[in-house]
């Protein structure tokens, strides 16, 4: 088995600051691209920020600038820094890790459960 336990969420004022992290446990071969995605009420998830084993890195232009994603590969832990948070950033965040489990394994998307950003004055 393998789980996704995201941290770090809550409620925040316009241009707060949060820090999530996401660390993945169990058995674990590799991993191999881990990302933030986020869904708000009402509309579809879609992606925050992503960032490969070696550590290249994507983000949604709506965050470009003010979100920071990073990873410890030795804690199987990605962070994500939020800075300059807007009310409309306030949603479901849940992390992402595609990994294999076995070195003959396939590759597969596993999820965690989300944590709720909420930012609001």
């Known amino acids: 088995q393998v789980q996704l336990a995201e941290s770090g969420g809550g409620l925040v004022q316009p241009g707060g600051s949060l820090r999530l992290s996401c660390a993945a446990s169990?058995?674990?071969?590799?991993?191999?691209?881990m990302g933030w995605y986020r869904q708000a009420p009402g509309k579809q998830r879609e992606l925050v920020a992503t960032?490969?084993?070696?550590?290249?890195?994507n983000y949604a232009d709506s965050v470009k600038g003010r979100f920071t994603i990073s990873r410890d590969n030795a804690k199987n832990t990605v962070y994500l820094q939020m800075n300059s948070l807007k009310p409309e950033d306030t949603a479901v965040y849940s992390c992402?890790?595609?990994?294999?489990?076995?070195?003959?394994?396939?590759?597969?998307?596993?999820w965690g459960q989300g944590t709720q950003v909420t930012v609001s004055s």
């Open positions: 169990g058995s674990i071969f590799t991993i191999y691209a």
């Open positions: 960032i490969s084993s070696g550590g290249s890195t």
């Open positions: 992402n890790a595609d990994l294999k489990r076995f070195q003959l394994g396939v590759r597969k998307d596993y």
